[in-house]
Structure formats: C-alpha cells, structure tokens
C-alpha cells in the first residue's frame, strides 16, 4: 500500500475528526481509513491516534507528525499543480481569509469576479477581522489591509489603502471648527476596535513628525460598516477605511478632514506562506486580484489619506 496514500487517510481523519466523518467527507469507508491508519501506525512503530466508540485524540506522536505530514503532502500537491500549471482548467479547493470590512465593502467584488471566472474551483473564504496565523490554520491565502511588517510570509500588493478622518457635515456644523488634528480629543469619536490604538490615533505632522491624540467617544464597535452609520447620522466623527468611505465622501454625505496628517505606507496584500510551490490556484487568485484593482482604479478618493 502506497505510504502517501495511508498519511492523506490520516490527516483525512484528523481534519474531520473522526473515522465517520472523514468516510463521509472522503467517500472512503470507514473501515478502509481505519486500515490505512493502523497500518501508517504500524509502519512507524509508534500510536498516532487515540480511538474508542466515543472518543477520538491524537496522541502526542499524532500532533507532531500531522503538523509535518501536512506540510510534506500540501508541497507535493503545490507540485502537482505547478506542473498543471498551463492548464486553462483551475480546479480544486481553495481556503481564504479575509478581513470582514473588505468582503463587505464593494472591494470584496473581487472574490466574487474571480469565482464567476472558475466555476471548478471551490472558495472558501472566512471573513472575520482577527489576526489569523496562515499556516496553523490552514489557509491558502490571506488578504490583509495594513501596513505590512515582516511577518515570514510571502506579500504582493494590490493596491494602495487610506483612511479618513470623517464627519457628517450636520456633526461638523455643530462641532467645528477644527482646526488641528488634536481636536479630535474634544469632540465624541465612534472607535472602531479593529483598530490597534484603539483610544489613541498615530498621526504625522506636515513634516513626517509622529503625534498622538487620545480619543472618546460614545460608540466602540469591532466593525467599519457600524462605524459609517454612526458617522453619517451625526454620532460621532470616524476614521474610516478608504473603501468604506470612497462614495459617500464623493456624494458628500461625508466631510474628509485632516488628510495631510494621515499617515501614510499602508496597502491591501495578498499574503501567503512561504512555500518551494507556490499553488496555481492560488497564483491565478492573487493575479486576479491585483488585475482587478488596476481595471477598477485605486480605493482612494483623493491624492491624500491614510491610516492610523
């Protein structure tokens, strides 16, 4: 029995968690990946999986081999698909994570034009706004909007990313002037908590020189799209993603102040593990991508912006 076809039944088995579910993810029996196992067990002298009627673990052994087997066969199916590679066909599965104000906002598109041009291939895409390690969890891909630190991964950008410090004008008639940035920390702000200073935005002065403002305000949210409503009924002034803003800012139903202290340096990446293979799935998505915001201009509404 082939050795490769015994790890895939075990990292099958791992990843369902459990006999039954593997057989009926896989449409093998349960019996036969039962066999593959114990014979991958037997094979390596050691116990990999803790099995009974009504439990299922992974022993010690178990962990430290399904990490690597994982890797090893991930690589041999990239290989698998570089070869493939000028196959018009894009097939398979591919899982993506993303931040959840992207696939929300008219950005996320993109996701959607891509699948329309790979009706066999299968996207996963989770959308949600934590920090998500690639390769612990398993990703092909990750979008990230930020400035990009040196992380181990692999990164092409796509396009370039802002945001605005914004008000409704019905909040800033209300509330202005405003004359400097420090403002901000007398007026109510709507915090989005995705945000890494949370109550303290990073600025910079006209000539690059970094400042603080400490900021309050009547509303915490973990999402931009809450953020924006605030903002245009007149809640609160907001800092606000480029590709959230973009339309209402043009309509003006939203004022942009203060662009010339936004920092600057932030893009949206296409990140991914670094690996000897890349997939071609995963090329063909990230080749989409940065096509796609070339075709559909840069996210930003003006020369200006930013994020803190």
């Given amino acids: 029995m082939d050795t490769l076809t015994r790890i895939r039944a075990f990292i099958d088995v791992v990843e369902a968690e459990g006999f039954s579910a593997a057989a009926r ?10 066999k593959y ?14 099995r009974t009627t009504r439990q299922f673990s992974m022993t010690e052994a178990g962990h430290t081999y399904f990490r690597s087997a994982a890797d090893i066969l991930k690589e041999i199916d990239n290989l698998a698909d570089l070869v493939r590679e000028n196959n018009a066909d894009i097939r398979g599965k591919i899982r993506i994570t993303v931040p959840r104000s992207f696939t929300d906002a008219e950005v996320g598109q993109s996701l959607i034009d891509f699948a329309l041009e790979h009706p066999d291939l299968s996207i996963e895409i989770a959308a949600e706004d934590r920090f998500v390690d690639l390769i612990e969890e398993g990703f092909d891909l990750g979008i990230r ?10 990164a092409r950008k796509l396009a370039d990313f802002k945001i605005y410090a914004c008000v409704s004008p019905k909040f800033l008639e209300k509330h202005g002037p405003l004359t400097h940035p420090q403002d901000l920390s007398k007026i109510p702000m709507l915090i989005d908590t995705n945000g890494r200073g949370h109550n303290t935005l990073r600025l910079q002065g006209p000539n690059g020189e970094a400042f603080t403002v400490n900021i309050s305000g009547p509303l915490e949210v973990n999402s931009p799209q809450t953020t924006l409503r605030g903002a245009l009924s007149g ?74």
């Fill in 25 to 34: 993810k896989t449409g093998r029996s349960k019996a036969l990946l039962s």
């Fill in 37 to 50: 196992v114990r014979e991958l067990e037997d094979e390596l002298g050691a116990l990999l999986l803790n």
């Fill in 145 to 154: 909007v930020t400035k990009l630190d040196d992380s181990g991964m692999i």
């Fill in 235 to 308: 809640l609160g002034a907001a800092m606000l993603p480029d590709f959230v803003a973009r339309s209402h800012i043009q309509s003006g139903a939203l004022i942009s102040i203060f662009e010339e202290y936004m920092p600057t340096g932030r893009g949206i990446y296409a990140v991914y593990p670094h690996r000897r293979y890349l997939p071609a799935k995963v090329r063909a998505l990230v080749d989409f991508m940065h096509n796609w915001f070339k075709r559909n201009g840069n996210c930003s509404v003006s020369s200006n912006g930013t994020n803190p």
